[in-house]
């Protein structure tokens, strides 16, 4: 059984920084690819990064050079740098596994930017 577990969020101030960490049990952890969601309050879930199996990543064009997403394979554990922080990227961050054909979900962590 798949498990996913974020951890990490809170409250910030803009201009700030978190990292976020996702913690997979259940499966092979280093030959599936991971990515990043967040979900604001009453939008959808939109992408925010991801990271494949070769540690090639990608990253949508709203938090390029601010986020940087990671893995380390030993500790089947993905990471979220977050820095620069703005009050729109306030939302849920979810972390996503596909393995075959697919996708898991964590169940979220809460990201604030507010002064």
């Known amino acids: 059984q798949v498990q996913l577990v974020e951890s990490g969020g809170g409250l910030v101030q803009p201009g700030g920084s978190l990292r976020l960490s996702c913690a997979a049990s259940?499966?092979?952890?280093?030959?599936?690819?991971m990515a990043w969601y967040r979900q604001a309050p009453g939008k959808q879930r939109d992408f925010v990064a991801v990271?494949?199996?070769?540690?090639?990543?990608n990253y949508a064009d709203s938090v390029k050079g601010r986020f940087t997403i990671s893995r380390d394979n030993n500790k089947n554990t993905m990471y979220l740098q977050m820095n620069s922080l703005k009050p729109e990227d306030t939302a849920v961050y979810y972390c996503?596994?596909?393995?075959?054909?697919?996708?898991?979900w964590g169940q979220g962590t809460q990201v604030t930017v507010s002064s």
């Open positions: 996503k596994m596909r393995s075959g054909t697919s996708d898991y």
């Open positions: 259940g499966t092979i952890f280093r030959g599936n690819a």
């Open positions: 990271i494949t199996s070769g540690g090639i990543t």
